[in-house]
């Protein structure tokens, strides 16, 4: 049963994905004989989180309820959140208690000039990341290790989309590329919490659950990033494979863009080959 309240309906997939990933000797419980779901059952959730099954199952169907905190305290404690999962949890409780958000304007994502100038001053692969992962501006760096974004229409320039596109998976061979795309998936669940009826993530996660099986598969999970970091092994032409840290960082707003920047341990052998890919990018752009 669906609900016209957007943040109940988040509220009811977050939990039902947490669910469905638990086992019974997780929680303690004895497996008994053959289960016909995935997961803890309904009503034994509702045991643990002491609710009666019925609340429970509405909660899930993102039917009109409104559950206090003592409430979503009980249903963290019976899924076993983590911190960061926990504080989803109560983020969308909050906001399924409030009535029904109306129309609102959005404004189209700008990159302010001082970020702008900051990103042509930083001498390493960064780009700005706009709250549902477009890709609003990068410096040459990034450009000479991600190719040149200009190739792409204005409306592809998306991280997902791009990590997804039907051309780039087929010719992937990063070993990584799956928890690569958990993290970015995250950041967008962290992104449709803020606001479940934006047009742009509707179309993007629209888009990926039609076309990509694996994309269904990974966004079923309901996992949330509140901030990401990690290492990404790249596989450049010119200079060879080089490895580099990646984290992101927020950028003012309410939710504000993020710059997302890569950068090598200074005097290892891929910042050298970073280094050689500056040296051969400036080459390349170099006027005739």
């Known amino acids: 049963m ?9 509220l009811g997939e977050f939990v039902r994905a947490r669910r469905t990933r638990l086992r019974p000797h997780d929680v303690g419980l004895e497996p008994g004989g053959r289960r016909k779901v995935t997961g803890l059952r309904r009503e034994e959730i509702a ?40 504080r989803h949890l109560f983020a969308l409780g909050h906001a399924a208690r409030r009535p029904a958000p109306a129309p609102v304007t959005r404004e189209p994502e700008r990159v302010p000039e001082r970020t702008r100038r900051l990103l042509r001053v930083i ?17 040459p760096m990034a450009e000479a290790l991600l190719g040149d974004p200009d190739t792409y229409p204005p409306d592809r320039l998306n991280m997902l989309l791009l990590l997804f596109d039907d051309v780039l998976t087929a010719q992937r061979s990063c070993p990584d590329w799956e928890k690569q795309a958990l993290d970015y998936i995250g950041m967008m669940r962290a992104a449709v ?15 990926l659950s039609i076309r990509s099986a694996e994309f269904r598969r990974l966004w079923v999970r ?16 010119a200079v060879g ?3 580099l840290d990646w984290d992101t960082y927020p950028l003012p707003g309410d939710p504000g863009p993020v710059m997302l ?24 752009s170099a006027p005739a």
């Open 2 to 10: 669906s609900s016209p309240h957007p943040f109940a309906r988040e």
């Open 47 to 86: 045991l643990l989180a002491g609710l009666s099954t019925d609340y429970y199952q509405r909660i899930e169907q993102g039917r009109d309820v409104r559950p206090s905190d003592d409430v979503l305290a009980a249903l963290a404690g019976a899924l076993g959140l983590g911190d960061e999962e926990r």
């Open 123 to 139: 001498d390493t692969p960064a780009v700005v990341l706009g709250r549902h992962l477009d890709l609003l501006d990068w410096n």
């Open 193 to 207: 919490a803020t606001d479940p009826t934006h047009p742009r993530a509707t179309a993007i996660v629209g888009e």
């Open 222 to 237: 309901h996992d949330v990033r509140e901030s990401v970091r990690g290492t990404k092994t790249f596989r450049v032409p």
């Open 241 to 243: 494979d080089i490895r």
């Open 261 to 284: 920047v890569f950068t090598a341990e200074p005097g290892s052998p891929d910042a050298d080959r970073l280094g050689l890919l500056a040296s051969w990018h400036a080459s390349r």
